[in-house]
């Protein structure tokens, strides 16, 4: 099927077809297509441009056409230029006339940009879906270590005990924020743009109501224009993407340095592991460093669908056709990494033994200054007697855990005789303040956590 033979009766070159092709990635619109498809033949119908008999026909032919998609059994021509002159080739072999009479009154331009916004509420609602589960994972590895104590640091150094538990619902609460993201992006995906037609709007009295309503969507966009010519659906969304992107690197990350036999703290399951082809002894965490390495590209589907409108003079320009391997690409890959971090949460074996072997005594220091402070204390006055403290003990190669009770009531009378017992689960037990690492506020967080996890 030639789109435009009345204008432009010459075969393209072969580098033209090259370049202008978009079928090879667009195909997986191909359901979408169908379902704008139908939706378009429904307001056909209507308006008398199509009867009975070729609107059921119609309505046939698109079911069969899933069905031999689904099925891998159709043959692509190479005059197929992207998926939505596929559809209507296939239609208008099959029913001449009627096939032929499918494009009355719409565009390509409003017709793409329909099947991709249906694209993306469905990727949206899958990656929404898998973001769920990890977070219930993550609530459940959290209420198993609500007590496990381990070394918070900033810098990456030493700074104050914490529970596992509180670490692990940092996570989850930075995602129910993506949660909430990705949901928010979704209104504004889900927002019909069919009978905008190429962009001054359908010459024909199409009810656009009830196109938005056949395709589920919560409602139209109200600007042709705007309609054809905007991408910030997929900008949003990409942009959702990158930012959960970005909280999975981090935690990735980190995951690689505790499993490192220097930090030992945890070890992935064996599923979750890869060796070395030469080095025998390996045990590499891939599946977190290609996590990590997907929000590069995550990020990088940001600036490119940024780009690929900035400064296009209005409405649509086919650079718009770039808009769909970044898109597709930012979706597939943040699905497949919420999906695997779920695993690898799950499977991942923490070594509380570990994990206390890494406090170090001098990360009490605090608390000791807080217990002057509560004394009485100015606490700069009393952060720089404890500083000397380490530091003199430092020298002597001494802990603070070292020091009898009466050598500490000889540096701060304000202590009293019997100066507060310093020790890593008191530490974190006094952090008991709402979101603090205390088991008990920890246990707290979850239940605030459960009141926005559905159950399900
Ligand atoms: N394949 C095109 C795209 O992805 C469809 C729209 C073509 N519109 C046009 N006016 N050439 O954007």
Redesign the pocket.
Known sequence: MKLYKGRIPTDPSPLMDAINR?LPF?IRLLPYDVATNKAWAGELCRLGIFSQAEHTAVLERLDEITAAYEAGDFQPVPDDE?V?TLVERLLTEKLGPAGARIHTGR???DQ?VCDLRLYTRDALDELIDAVRQLLRVLRDRAEEHAETLLAGTTHLQPALPITLGQFLLSLAFALVRDMERLLDARKRVNLCPLGSGAMAGSGFPVDRAALAEALQFEGVLENSIDAVADRDFCQEAAAACAILADHLSRYAEQFIIWANPAFGYMRFADEWSTGSSMMPQKRNPDAMELVRGKAARAQGAVTTLLSLTKGVPLT?A?D??ED?EPLFDTLDNLTLSVRVMKEAAASAVFFPEKLAAMLSDDMLATDLADHLARAGVPFREAHERVGALVSDLEAEKRTLLQVEDSELSARFPELGPNPPKLDFAASVAQRAVRGGTAPSSVREQIRRLDEVLPKS
């Open positions: 978009s667009d992207d939505h565009s390509r331009n793409v649509y086919k718009f056709q769909k």
